[in-house]
C-alpha cells in the first residue's frame, strides 16, 4: 500500500512550468510547438527529493497565452508533443513521435542527468535513481523511452519505495 509522502517547500520545489523555448514556441531541438494535437497516450512521472514530492506543473510544453480552468490548463498557443495539463505528474505524449525522459526535461527547461534532479544535485556515488514501471533504470535517465502507460518515478536523498503502476484516467 502507497505511504502519502508531504509535497516540498522552498524555491527547489516551486518549477515554472515552462522554459523560455516553450514561451516563445521555438523549436526545442526536433520537437515542435503545433497548433493541433494529435492522437495521445498518457504516461506518469513522479519527482522526489529529499523524502519530498516536487510537484510537476501544468503547462509544460504548451506555450502561451494559457487557457485555464483553475489548477488545470486546457489550452494554449500550441503544444509540443509532450505536455501537462494539470498538475499529477500526468503527461500527455503525442502517439506517433517516439520521446524520451530527456525530451520532458528539455521542453520543461529543467536539467536532468545522473547527478541532476531539476533545482537538486547530488553526486556520482550517489546518483539519481530512475524507474520504469518498478524497475531501476541504470542508464543515464534522459534515455529512458516515454510511451504509453509508462510510469516514471526519479528519486534524489532518502530513498522512497517507487511503484509499478498508476491508476490512469479513462480516455475521453
Do not use: K, N
Not at 526545442?28 to 498518457?42: D, E, N, Q, S, T
Not at 527529493?49 to 497565452?65: E, M
Not at 536532468?112 to 535517465?141: C, E, I, K, M, Q
Not at 511503484?163 to 480516455?171: G, I, K, M, Q, V
Amino acid at each position: 500500500m502507497p505511504v502519502p509522502v508531504p509535497a516540498g517547500h522552498g524555491a527547489g520545489f516551486q518549477l515554472a512550468p515552462r522554459s523560455t523555448a516553450v514561451g516563445h514556441a521555438s523549436a526545442i531541438g526536433r520537437l515542435r510547438c503545433a497548433p493541433r494535437l494529435g492522437a495521445r497516450v498518457l504516461a506518469h512521472v513522479e519527482l522526489f527529493a529529499a523524502g519530498r514530492v516536487v510537484p510537476i506543473p501544468p503547462g509544460i510544453g504548451v506555450a502561451p497565452p494559457l487557457v485555464r480552468r483553475g489548477a488545470y490548463v486546457s489550452g494554449g498557443r500550441c503544444s509540443y508533443p509532450i505536455r501537462t495539463t494539470e498538475p499529477t505528474g500526468l503527461l500527455e505524449l503525442d502517439s506517433d513521435v517516439h520521446l524520451s525522459l530527456g525530451d520532458l526535461f528539455a521542453i520543461w527547461g529543467q536539467p536532468l542527468s545522473r547527478t541532476r534532479l531539476a533545482a537538486f544535485r547530488t553526486t556520482a556515488r550517489a546518483p539519481v535513481r530512475a524507474y520504469l514501471d518498478g524497475r531501476r533504470w541504470r542508464r543515464d535517465p534522459r534515455t529512458m523511452p516515454l510511451s504509453a502507460g509508462a510510469v516514471v518515478v526519479l528519486e534524489v536523498g532518502r530513498y522512497l519505495p517507487p511503484h509499478a503502476r498508476y491508476s490512469f484516467p479513462r480516455a475521453q
